[in-house]
């Protein structure tokens, strides 16, 4: 009689267990904690930076945004973060009406499939004046966040600018199974910095998934910035920030440090820092690209075996109370 019963639990649980699993792979595969935020480039020049974007999730096909660019652009980066990546799905990216190469798989994926496709755009049909960026999404339960562009562009009667590019992906969490909880990610923007004849600083940072009312914190190194910055203010999921940070700089190193806090999930994906230095400051153009960084993998987190796990016990039960109760 038990031998029997055992016999037919089996493909009952295991069907349970598939039914479970599946659920959670509507959100995307898990993917890990991701990539930490790290400096994609870097440099110099007299003239700017342009950073624009948003606006948000909206499920929106095509997903469109709007910039309006200086000329004289050297290099470009376009940022495009999805919700739910499933493998099989692509992206399309047009450009003033022309079409990038479909893509199939992100550069920076963690978590439950929230992924960024990055794009070095430098030589993109941009135009001085309005440029129109679209995206569309092939995926049957995701979309974009936003699209973001950073472009550096020469004027040489402009200051004298230095600038850091960071991205990534990291996924901040109350707890996983690649080491625990990720309570903090940091963005290096790595070098010497003469601060005494910096005019003005500006940062700029991304991030996805904050939450209103649960308290993160954002710092420039030892500045707080602000507390419940993650609380898509700026479109759903979304947080895109601008600081004045002059005040704030160190001599070397500069840094910004996210912090969880209360919030479930956490998600930086970039930050941009640049220094407009007084006049009779001179320096030549230069510019470092570096080379692309890969996520880093993990197992699925502990707290979702665990639920997977009580799930199955409390399914267990009740499978045997109605067993015995038909005798």
């Keep these: 009689?038990?031998?029997?019963?055992?016999?037919?639990?089996?493909?009952?649980?295991?069907?349970?267990?598939?039914?479970?699993?599946?659920?959670?792979?509507?959100?995307?595969?898990?993917?890990?904690?991701?990539?930490?935020?790290?400096?994609?480039?870097?440099?110099?020049?007299?003239?700017?930076?342009?950073?624009g974007g948003g606006h948000g999730l909206t499920y929106a096909d095509p997903y469109t945004e709007y910039f309006d660019l200086p000329d004289n652009i050297i290099y470009a980066r376009l940022y495009v973060p999805v919700w739910n990546y499933?493998?099989?799905?692509?992206?399309?990216?047009?450009?003033?009406?022309?079409?990038?190469?479909?893509?199939?798989?992100?550069?920076?994926?963690a978590a439950w499939g929230v992924c960024c496709y990055a794009y070095d755009v430098t030589d993109a049909t941009f135009k001085e004046g309005l440029n129109v960026i679209s995206a569309t999404y092939e995926n049957n339960n995701g979309a974009p966040y936003g699209i973001f562009l950073v472009a550096v562009y020469e004027n040489e009667s402009m200051p004298y600018t230095q600038f850091w590019i960071d991205e990534g992906n990291y996924a901040l969490s109350k707890a996983v199974a690649d080491g625990g909880a990720k309570e903090q990610g940091e963005a290096l923007f790595p070098g010497d910095v003469k601060t005494e004849t910096v005019e003005k600083a500006d940062l700029w940072t991304v991030m996805i998934a904050g939450t209103g009312g649960e308290i993160d914190e954002l710092w420039f190194n030892s500045k707080l910035l602000g507390k419940d910055v993650g609380r898509a203010k700026t479109g759903g999921y979304l947080d895109f920030d601008h600081f004045n940070v002059t005040g704030d700089l160190v001599g070397n190193n500069n840094t910004v440090i996210f912090k969880r806090g209360d919030e479930q999930y956490l998600h930086p994906f970039n930050a941009i820092l640049v220094l407009e230095h007084k006049g009779g400051v001179e320096g030549d153009t230069e510019l470092t690209v570096y080379e692309t960084q890969s996520s880093l993998m993990s197992v699925i987190p502990v707290p979702v075996i665990a639920v997977l796990a009580i799930a199955i016990i409390g399914f267990f039960l009740i499978y045997m109370k109605k067993k015995h109760e038909r005798g």
């Design 86 to 109: 499933n493998k099989g799905d692509t992206l399309t990216v047009s450009i003033n009406d022309n079409e990038l190469k479909t893509r199939h798989e992100p550069d920076y994926i």
């Design 1 to 51: 009689m038990m031998t029997r019963f055992r016999k037919s639990l089996v493909p009952v649980l295991s069907m349970f267990i598939i039914l479970v699993i599946s659920q959670a792979a509507m959100a995307g595969e898990w993917r890990g904690s991701g990539t930490p935020l790290y400096t994609i480039a870097s440099g110099s020049l007299h003239g700017g930076v342009h950073v």
